[in-house]
């Protein structure tokens, strides 16, 4: 009887010591399931090209809430195979699989496997942490039971859908879909199912971005799994398996098409509405052409590509990379190709199989690649695949018209902008060569030297100072001193020459430095600053002559801005990216034809809204000038066009800048090219010859369905007969003569303005 005493002394005292345990560590304070019930689903925000058609989604912090609308019934399913068989017949725990799991726990003296059912992953994923604890495990199981009693079945499988992490930034299935395939889970098929099932249990493991061969194995168990469910036939598993999955997912986690596009858009819109905005619903218009967009990419990356293989500087094979990793690497390209082919100028892994003849595995195909592929590293043939490679290097290959060639990832950027003229909007947008390799759009942020770009501008203070096209400058050696510590400068022709008596024309035509400087001298520094400003360039300009090399900074996007006043006939150019922002419940909250959008967005200049910048006639001659920048000039690539364009090279210091910015009556386009960290781009690596095949390439395709136009000459435009030599008089003579454009009451006193002939010749223009 003694001993009977104790034990139930001890049994008492060991129920109340585990009730008060029970009670301060499992069920004091445990979350209230109230909430689940509750849960509003996304209001999604997405935004759209000009063609309705949408090309990026602003998921809050990467998860889309659904409550199970538009959820297909196989991809719920497909979770239930590979995650909790039994999900709907046990109560929110399932003993046999936490023996099971507590069995191996116990033998790797660790936690090596799950248990949960999908009831205890929502628990963790709503109310509790994810720490390993038993405490946290019992307070686990506790609330399982509390949401099987309060929750259907049905609502707890929506919850944990809508959470459940699928890697690469995604939050539930839907997420999960926009990441990986740029669709809604509503379009998936069975093969893109399977594999966001068997994310499940390792995202990052099973990630396809990270290992394909494990995603597939994964695919494959989850499908497996369907057919011992009789979700599926056998048939069809095999056939889902075999089909290609259409990745659209890169290594930054993105649920955007055109990245650089939608980050500005967001900016845009966070600075009008507040952050908060995106939660409501809102569905952002843009005038982005996706057409010209993908042109305008495509132009970008094969125009800094082909730089560097122009420069010739190889980094050299990859080398000592695992057979395990080899695997990895062929097994997602080659799912790639599978679907989408070989994308021109787009960068490919390749095996070194063999070095005499150069031959590499694709995938499983082998291709072998003559001396042309590779000339590129060393224009003198000194340059050997059989010195310089070894079998079972990797070898990146750019696909070009060509075919296939030796490449790199490009280190050089690249930026273009192009504008419709006429509706005041962006077309198209490229802040960067490759956004998973960095995130930072230099179209609105890069601050660059402008190089010659900034000529037009300084040309254009000219001639409202009362300069014409026909005045004499002489190019000749000058020296300048600002001050008397100051170090003497000799400034000279990028051809180190001089060419004596210029006109403006030239001067701007074949960008002379030493003839820009003599203008911006004796016009003044102080005017020339004044005038400059009145473009709102937003530039950083320097207060001595080095202001007509360029040596200012400024935004790509300003500069190009800028230059669209020209084209305007000296009319302010407020280019809006944003069309319209409609928000669910509200309606249409705001229009870029209404007016509505903030005084500075993208540049906007609030003072000079509806006023002439300049007068339409300095606009016009200096689009004239231009125009043999491209016929005659440093433009010259732009001829290729076939149609009336002009435009402006630019070069800064050491080449580490390279510009041009062209236009015709309708369409505007400026590009960039550069380091980020200021590197000189090479030799000879002009704004001709880096930026303008650029420039060429889009417009081939922005100009394709507009028809051929010419500037209209403006009133108050003449056209007067001037020798064709500059400093001799006029003679008459056809041979020995050339009409040029003036202001009216400019033309030089032996110069006449042609009467009948004048304006035969502005209708010939």
């Keep these: 009887m003694r001993w009977l005493k104790i034990i139930l002394i001890i049994a008492v005292a060991t129920s109340v010591l585990g009730g008060a345990w029970s009670y301060l560590f499992v069920f004091r304070g445990l979350p209230s399931i109230q909430e689940l019930r509750n849960i509003e689903p ?31 019934i196989t991809l719920k399913q497909a979770f239930i195979s590979a995650e909790d068989s039994t999900f709907y017949d046990h109560v929110g725990l399932e003993p046999r699989r936490i023996v099971s799991a507590l069995i191996a726990d116990i033998r790797a003296n660790s936690y090596v ?3 949960s059912t999908i009831t205890q992953q929502v628990v963790r994923s709503y109310l509790l942490s994810r720490e390993k604890t038993i405490t946290r495990k019992f307070r686990e199981i506790v609330l399982a039971l509390r949401i099987e009693k309060a929750l259907t079945k049905e609502q707890i499988l929506n919850l944990y859908l809508d ?35 068997g994310l499940a249990p390792a995202p990052t493991r099973y990630s396809p971005l990270n290992d394909f061969t494990a995603a597939k194995r994964r695919q494959w168990y989850v499908l497996g799994r369907m057919i011992s469910e009789g979700y599926i036939t056998e048939t069809e598993a095999q056939e889902a398996y075999k089909e290609p999955l259409r990745i659209i997912a890169k290594d930054v986690a993105l649920f955007s098409e055109y990245p650089y596009v939608t980050d500005y858009v967001k900016t845009l819109a966070t600075e009008r509405f507040g952050e908060g905005i995106f939660s409501t619903g ?7 052409i996706p057409e010209l967009q993908r042109a305008a990419m495509l132009a970008v990356r094969k125009g800094v590509i082909e730089l560097e293989m122009r420069q010739g500087k190889y980094r050299g094979p990859v080398r000592n990379v695992s057979v395990t990793e080899k695997e990895r690497v062929f097994a997602y390209q080659s799912n790639q190709l599978a679907w989408k082919g070989y994308t021109p100028y787009e960068m490919y892994w390749g095996e070194v199989m063999k070095e005499d003849p150069l031959t590499v595995k694709l995938g499983i195909r082998r291709i072998e690649l003559g001396p042309a592929s590779y000339s590129w590293i060393n224009p003198k043939g000194k340059w050997k695949p059989s010195k310089a490679l070894r079998r079972g290097d990797l070898l990146q290959l750019c696909y070009t018209p060509r075919g296939f060639e030796v490449s790199q990832q490009p280190l050089v950027q690249g930026v273009l902008a192009a504008f419709d003229l006429g509706k005041s909007s962006v077309m198209a947008m490229v802040g960067g060569v490759d956004y998973t390799q960095s995130q930072f759009n230099r179209v609105v942020y890069a601050k660059r030297q402008s190089g010659s770009a900034i000529k037009p501008f300084i040309y254009a203070a000219a001639i409202d100072k009362g300069m014409t096209p026909a005045t004499i400058i002489f190019d000749a050696p000058i020296t300048y001193k600002a001050g008397a510590d100051e170090e003497m400068w000799r400034p000279k022709n990028f051809e180190n020459k001089f060419y004596g008596a210029t006109t403006l024309r030239t001067g701007l035509v074949l960008s002379r430095n030493v003839v820009t400087i003599k203008i911006l001298n004796e016009i003044g520094l102080d005017y020339a600053i004044t005038y400059l400003k009145r473009f709102d360039l937003q530039s ?29 006939y000296g009319s302010p150019f407020h280019p809006h990216l944003m069309e319209s922002v409609v928000q669910g419940g509200k309606g249409t909250i705001f229009r870029a034809s209404t007016g509505t959008a903030p005084p500075q967005e993208e540049g906007q200049v609030a003072d000079t809204a509806g006023q002439q910048i300049i007068s339409a006639q300095t606009a016009f001659i200096i689009t004239n000038i231009l125009k043999d920048v491209v016929q005659e000039g440093t433009g010259w690539r732009a001829k290729a066009l076939m149609r009336p364009v002009a435009g402006k090279t630019g070069t800064s210091d050491e080449s580490r800048d390279a510009w041009f910015v062209g236009y015709t009556p309708d369409v505007l386009c400026g590009v960039w090219v550069g380091h980020d960290d200021m590197k000189p781009l090479g030799n000879n690596e002009t704004g001709g010859k880096a930026a303008c095949p650029i420039f060429v390439d889009f417009m081939t395709s922005a100009l394709r369905s507009r028809p051929v136009s010419d500037f209209q000459v403006p009133e108050g435009v003449v056209f007067a007969k001037v020798d064709s030599k500059p400093g001799a008089g006029t003679t008459g003579e056809a041979g020995d003569a050339r009409f040029e454009i ?24």
């Design 282 to 288: 809102i569905d952002i218009r843009t005038t982005i």
């Design 742 to 765: 003036f202001k009216e009451g400019s033309v030089p006193p032996q110069e006449k303005p042609g009467g009948d002939e004048d304006q035969l010749l502005k209708e010939v223009y």
């Design 42 to 72: 996304t209001k999604l925000s997405k935004v759209t090209a000009a063609d309705g058609t949408t090309i990026g989604y602003f998921p809050p912090e990467g998860m889309v809430i659904m409550n199970g609308h538009n959820i297909p």
């Design 540 to 568: 950083t300009l320097p207060r001595d002559l080095s202001l007509a090399l360029g040596s200012g900074v400024l935004t790509p996007f300003n500069l190009f801005r800028g230059y669209a006043t020209f084209a305007l």
């Design 163 to 197: 959470r459940i992490y699928l890697g690469s930034g995604a939050y539930g299935v839907q997420a999960g879909a926009l990441r990986y395939f740029g669709k809604e889970c509503r379009e998936l098929e069975l093969s893109e199912m399977a594999l966001l099932a």
């Design 113 to 115: 496997q799950g248990a």
